[in-house]
């Protein structure tokens, strides 16, 4: 892989993403971009690309954290640092791998060294590397949350705190701030989201033209990346220039009260929460006033920073994807701008287009969105799904006409709710989250013991107790302890894990009338939220007709799952047995990739199976055959009507868990349903 990195200059299109890059090079303090896009849209490129372009920094020399010598850190611990000539090095650009710890990230103190010699021998860590730099984050929405919370609050306060043990060390930590994602990865949590200063969307270029010119652009750098970097130096240099220039001007732009009273406005009107936004949108139109070499905040600056800092923040369900209403963002600015004088063009505007918009007042309402948006199909559950028919599996198919035959019908989803608490018993090893019991690397102590690996959590008074009756034997003559390298004892945590949710969901025509499947879909959309909440990775099978079919492979993307149960369609057969192999044969692909992550399985059915001989018998065997390895089960129990068979509840007990109606799934007493259900399976277990 070439050393040269691809300009900055050579990438074709993308110019939300270009400029929020280049307004967090001229002003760090906007807090850095979160960068969502499709796989393979030259994100990671264009980041690389830009720590090319910013300028060199002078460093004080010696200092492993790169204090300027104008302005040096009194907390940093490689000071105080003696009157000397400033040295000069490039801004770094440091890369976070996805797997990092938290110590590598702060840095890590030798515990060993501070508890038997008594000094304090700390190695930075990546946000030392990065002050005064960039810190790239490629696929941010895939860290553990608390190591995301970590980064961005060192980047909110610009210093970085390590605390080990009674032992503190603090030290400046400034920096540009920029994470990419992928949403099919899943989404960051939002109190991380409104911590990015400037999101931007990028997509591919469906012209053409401009897709042939990345590919003639990337080939020719492949084929000579010196030669190719050399064709855009004298961009570079100018772009590189630019930024400098408006590095300087910065502090001479004036925020008018005007430019004010619109930033604020126009936050009250989208409604976002605190007051991050408000302080952002200022800094990104100052920078972008000094990016244009002005010393003035226009109503454009306001217009294009509210593009830019307001769209992650307008999210009220975890599913809504982000955005921003422009034609409401242009009357709020038009609301709370300079009242025209009476000599002036109404229109404001230098070509005069927009008769009838101006601040008279009288042009065309246009009767104005009702904020609700369009009716959805089907009516919503109100629990009279009951008194419906049921149709049979040959009557919720569609007729075939003469062109073909038609869709299988979509019910919309009912509006989802809070659900009780399911999770898999036992205590387990997987990835953080907020679902079943697990040693974790956050949550209280339980026990300690010997290290395992590097020493990262002390346990402190284990730690004594194992050195004390040892300190005669070893000629203890000081108040000092002598300890050795057996002595030390490590924390054990217990927390909460993610866990892997399989939805397992009957869509065959038993399921289909429009009343019933609303219902249906709106308590499998509460469980993805409480999945979404929990910080677990979720997948779908469903099944009707013939077969069952994964929907969705196990992923962190429950957005992603949201959408797919929205275009659900419903109808066929009832190949129950098959939905529940597709979900053995799932599980066990997913516990050779990650068998730490333990599964939660949701079957959503009434029980009934159709579509061959013995089919119930067979749905028995395959509920069997995953009780046998020991998964954890519920099943929704969807059948209605004033006639049940109770066939859910048979599948439940053949898979070893609870059955849960819709109705019961809201209620209180489904929480004392499961834990009584767990705490019986693992007293038989026991004996």
């Known amino acids: 892989m070439s050393d040269v990195r691809y300009p900055f200059t050579a990438i074709v299109g993308m110019a939300d993403l270009r400029l929020g890059l280049l307004l967090n090079a001229v002003s760090p303090a906007v807090g850095g971009v979160l960068v969502r896009g499709e796989k393979g849209t030259a994100k990671s490129t264009m980041v690389r690309a830009l720590a090319g372009l910013l300028p060199s920094i002078a460093t004080v020399p010696g200092c492993r954290f790169a204090c300027d010598p104008a302005a040096v850190d009194p907390q940093c611990p490689d000071g105080p640092h003696p009157l000397q000539a400033a040295g000069q090095r490039p801004a770094h650009l440091v890369e976070l791998p996805v797997g ?5 990230i702060v840095g890590s103190l030798d515990l060993e060294r501070a508890l038997a010699e008594g000094v304090k021998a700390y190695e930075p860590g990546l946000l030392a590397k990065a ?7 490629d696929e941010v929405n895939l860290l553990q949350d608390h190591v995301v919370d970590l980064l961005l609050d060192a980047a909110a306060m610009g210093r970085s705190y390590v605390e080990r043990e009674g032992v503190s060390v603090r030290h400046a930590a400034r920096f540009l701030l920029v994470g990419t994602m992928n949403p099919e990865e899943g989404e960051l949590r939002p109190q991380l989201l409104d911590r990015f200063g400037l999101t931007v969307e990028i997509a591919a270029t469906r012209d053409p033209g401009e897709r042939a010119e990345v590919v003639r652009r990337r080939l020719a750098y492949d084929a000579d990346p010196a030669g190719f970097a050399a064709r855009y130096a004298e961009d570079e240099r100018a772009l590189a220039e630019r930024i400098t220039a408006a590095r300087e001007l910065l502090p001479k732009v004036a925020l008018t009260d005007l430019a004010l009273r619109q930033i604020t406005a126009v936050c009250a009107a989208f409604e976002v929460d605190g007051l991050r936004a408000d ?13 244009d070499g002005r010393t003035e905040v226009t109503e454009e600056d306001v217009r294009q920073a509210a593009r830019l800092a307001l769209p992650h923040r307008r999210r009220r369900n975890p599913f809504d994807a ?17 009242p025209a004088g009476p000599d002036e063009d109404p229109d404001g505007g230098p070509d005069g287009d927009g008769p009838g918009d101006g601040p008279d007042g009288n042009g065309p309402d246009g009767g104005g969105p009702d904020g609700g948006g369009a009716p959805a199909p089907g009516t919503a559950p109100d629990g009279s799904a009951a008194s419906e028919p049921e149709p049979g599996p040959e009557a919720s198919v569609p007729p075939q006409g003469a062109g073909g035959p038609a869709k299988a019908p979509v019910a919309a989803a009912g509006e989802p709710y809070r659900t009780r608490l399911f999770k898999v018993p036992g205590t387990g090893k997987g990835a953080q989250g907020r679902r079943s019991p697990a040693e974790t690397d956050g949550g209280h102590t339980i026990r300690a013991r010997r290290p395992q690996g590097a020493l990262s959590r002390l346990h402190l008074s284990a730690t004594l107790r194992a050195a004390a009756p040892h300190q005669l034997a070893r000629g203890r003559d000081s108040r000092a302890l002598v300890l050795h390298r057996d002595d030390f004892r490590e924390q054990v945590r217990q927390g909460r894990e993610s866990n892997l949710v399989l939805f397992v969901v009957d869509a065959s025509g038993s399921m289909a009338a429009r009343q019933r499947m609303t219902a249906v879909k709106g308590a499998v959309m509460s469980l993805l939220m409480d999945a979404y909440q929990r910080r677990d990775k979720i997948g779908m099978i469903t099944f009707r007709g013939a077969a069952a079919e994964l929907a969705l492979p196990p992923t962190s993307s429950v957005e992603v799952g949201a959408a797919r149960l929205e275009q659900l369609p419903t109808g066929g057969r009832t190949p129950l047995a098959a939905g529940l192999l597709r979900a053995h044969e799932v599980l066990r692909v997913e516990r050779m990739r990650d068998p730490h992550r333990r599964p939660l399985l949701v079957v959503v059915t009434d029980g009934r199976a159709t579509g061959g001989r013995d089919a119930l018998a067979q749905a028995g065997r395959a509920a069997g055959l995953l009780a046998g390895q020991g998964v954890a089960s519920v099943v929704l129990d969807c059948e209605s009507g004033p006639v049940r068979l109770g066939l859910a509840r048979t599948l439940a007990a053949q898979l070893g868990g609870p059955a849960v109606t819709l109705d019961e799934l809201r209620a209180e007493g489904v929480t004392a349903l499961v834990h009584a259900h767990r705490n019986a399976t693992h007293h038989r277990k026991a004996a």
């Open 100 to 104: 990092v710890s938290e110590d590598r």
């Open 131 to 137: 002050h005064r730099g960039v810190l790239y984050i």
């Open 279 to 291: 302080i952002v949108m200022a800094r990104t139109a100052v920078a972008l006033a000094a990016w």
């Open 322 to 338: 982000p955005g921003l209403d422009e034609e409401q963002l242009d009357r709020t600015l038009a609301e709370h701008s300079e």
